[in-house]
């Protein structure tokens, strides 16, 4: 979220198989012991753009699982894309 608006996006929708974090996102919850990640999320949805949460089906979410397990292979760097990596193409 941060990168999008850094990038100069104002409109973003955020997708998640995770219905509780999407529960706590919309409720503004703040249960648990992401806190300081929930409430840095919710001054993030507090600037002047328009973000909308998503429930995507973890079988449907192919491309995020791709980025998430390149991720997890990297760095600690941000990466961007311009085009899809080559096997992530969404379908």
Excluded: Y
């Excluded at 919710?42 to 397990?69: E, M, P």
């Excluded at 941000?78 to 085009?83: A, G, L, N, P, S």
Aim: negative net charge.
């Amino acid at each position: 979220m941060e990168l999008a608006w850094f990038l100069g996006s104002r409109d973003l929708i955020v997708e998640s198989d995770s219905v509780d974090a999407l529960r706590m996102l919309q409720q503004r919850s703040t249960k648990s012991g992401l806190f300081t990640i929930i409430s840095h999320i919710f001054q993030l949805c507090n600037k002047d753009w328009r973000i909308d949460f998503s429930k995507v089906d973890r079988r449907n979410n192919g491309v995020a699982d791709g980025l998430a397990k390149l991720a997890s292979d990297a760095s600690f760097d941000v990466m961007t894309f311009d085009e899809s990596p080559i096997g992530m193409e969404a379908g």
